[in-house]
């Protein structure tokens, strides 16, 4: 009975993502700070907030970027998504399957896979960015591309993301930031800056 809950979820899902995201616009700016390394063949791993997945779905669909998605049952629903949008998942998170999240993550930049983390996920606090989510980029060796996202106007779910969902006809402006290397020498104290750094780039864009 789950299955047939979690696929009928993804198949609606799907649909709903594309029929919304036919009204909106979009605008990106930054877009070569990832180009860059696709043309040379080297992997990236972009991190952004929780709460902004749904239009990020969308708007890089059939990439075959590689999700790191919670083992609890509502990553199922989002797992369905994703896979029907084109991309590869893995599960595991901070809390829960860690260690083989961070396994398939380095396992698919190894196949010169894209990677993707929300790093105040799967539970909050919201943005706020656990220097957890570095480590995947710095046993693979792949520079992390912050992706800061914002919509013209929208509704927010009463989640501890405040999940955005865009209204039909608005703006979508993704802004991916300035590529940062995560040394393999870097230490605990080093990652809690990097973190930090990027936490507060990402929540300055949403502010402005």
Known sequence: MSEIRFESAGVLGTGFVAGLFLTTRVERSGERHYLQFREAGQPVMFVFWHGQLLPLIHYHRHEGIVVLVSEHDDGEYVT???HRNGFGTVRGSSARGGRKG?????????????LAVTPDGPTGPPGVFKPGALAAAQIAGVPVVPIALTASSGWHFNSWDSFLLPKPFSRIRIEYLEPRSIPRDSSREDLDRIAEEIGTALNERDQG
Do not use: H, M
């Not at 961070?102 to 894209?114: E, H, I, M, P, T």
């Open 102 to 114: 961070l396994k398939g993550l380095v396992r698919a930049a190894g196949q010169g896979r894209d």
């Open 80 to 82: 369905r998504v994703l």
